[in-house]
C-alpha cells in the first residue's frame, strides 16, 4: 500500500476509505494533495475488491479548498496538473459508490469534490461555501456541472454567484446532503452506512452505478436498452439466485460477485 503524505488509506474488506490529512491546515489542498488524491482514487477505481469508498476529512475539517496560506510557497505556486482536476470524474464515475463524509469545513475544491460523491453525509457542526467568487476566482472541480443536478440549477447558481456560509441543516433542507447527524454520533452513523452499501450485492451496485452515470447523457430509448441488458445479466447472476434463496429463508444473504 502507498505511503502518502497528505492523505491516509485505509482499505476494510470491500469498503475503502480515503481521509484527507492536513489537519493542522482543515485538510486545505496542495499540490502534494491534489496528486496523491488522483493517484489513490485511480487505483481504488481499478481495484475490483473494492465496492465502497468512503471520503472525509482528519481533524475538525473536510476540505476548505485550496491552502491559501500555503499559496505563498514555492510548490503551491506551480499550477495543479491539469489531470488531476479529473479527481471529480473519479469519485463520480467509477463503478463504485462514493460517499462523502462531510465532518466539517466544506469550500471551493473541497465542496466540488462532495458534489461528486454519490451520497454525502454532514456533520452538524458542517460548514460549506462555493468560495470560489470571494476569490475572484471562475471555479474548478466540476460544480456547475454536478450542483444543479444535486439541488436544481437556479439554487446552484445562487450558491455559486452569491457565496455566502450554510450550515448543515440548511445542506439537509436543500437536499445538498442525505442527511445530517450530531456530531458525538457521526462517524459511528456514517459507518454503518457504507458498511450497509459494502455488503450489498457487488455486481447490482456497480451496474446501478452505471446506470445513473448512463443516464445522464443518454437518451430515453438508448439508455433502457442498456439498462434492460444489465437487468438481464445481474439477473441471472448467482448473487440473485441467493438474495432470492435468502429473503424465502429469511436470512442474511452471502453475496461473492458472480
Not at 126 to 155: E, Q
Amino acid at each position: 500500500m502507498p505511503d502518502y503524505e497528505t492523505i491516509l488509506y485505509d482499505v476494510d474488506g470491500s469498503l475503502a476509505t480515503v481521509t484527507l490529512n492536513r489537519p493542522d491546515n482543515l485538510n486545505g489542498i496542495t499540490n502534494a494533495m491534489m496528486r496523491e488524491l488522483y493517484a489513490c482514487l485511480n487505483a481504488v477505481a481499478l481495484d475490483d475488491s473494492i465496492r465502497v469508498v468512503l471520503l472525509t476529512g482528519a481533524g475538525r475539517g473536510f476540505c476548505p479548498g485550496v491552502d491559501l496560506k500555503a499559496s505563498t510557497s514555492g510548490e503551491a505556486q506551480e499550477p495543479f496538473s491539469k489531470q488531476c482536476f479529473h479527481i471529480t470524474s473519479l469519485l463520480h464515475e467509477m463503478p463504485k459508490v462514493t460517499v462523502a463524509a462531510i465532518n466539517g469545513a466544506c469550500a471551493g475544491a473541497g465542496f466540488g469534490w462532495a458534489c461528486a460523491c454519490d451520497l454525502r453525509y454532514a456533520t452538524a457542526r458542517a460548514v460549506f461555501n462555493s468560495a470560489f467568487l470571494g476569490v475572484a476566482i471562475s471555479g474548478d472541480m466540476a460544480g456547475p456541472w454536478l450542483l444543479p443536478r444535486i439541488v436544481g440549477a437556479t439554487k446552484a447558481r445562487e450558491l455559486f454567484l452569491l457565496p455566502d456560509k450554510f450550515g448543515a441543516d440548511e445542506a439537509e433542507r436543500i437536499g445538498l446532503v442525505v442527511k445530517t447527524f450530531p456530531d458525538e454520533s457521526f462517524r459511528d452513523d456514517v459507518q454503518a452506512i457504507v458498511d450497509r452499501l459494502a455488503h450489498s450485492a457487488p455486481l447490482a451496485v456497480c451496474e446501478m452505478k452505471r446506470n445513473f452515470v448512463n443516464a445522464e447523457n443518454m437518451p430515453l430509448r438508448d439508455y433502457i436498452e442498456l439498462e434492460t441488458e444489465r437487468h438481464s445479466r445481474t439477473g441471472s447472476s448467482e448473487d440473485t439466485r441467493e438474495a432470492f434463496r435468502a429473503f424465502v429463508e429469511k436470512r442474511q444473504p452471502e453475496f461473492h460477485g458472480r
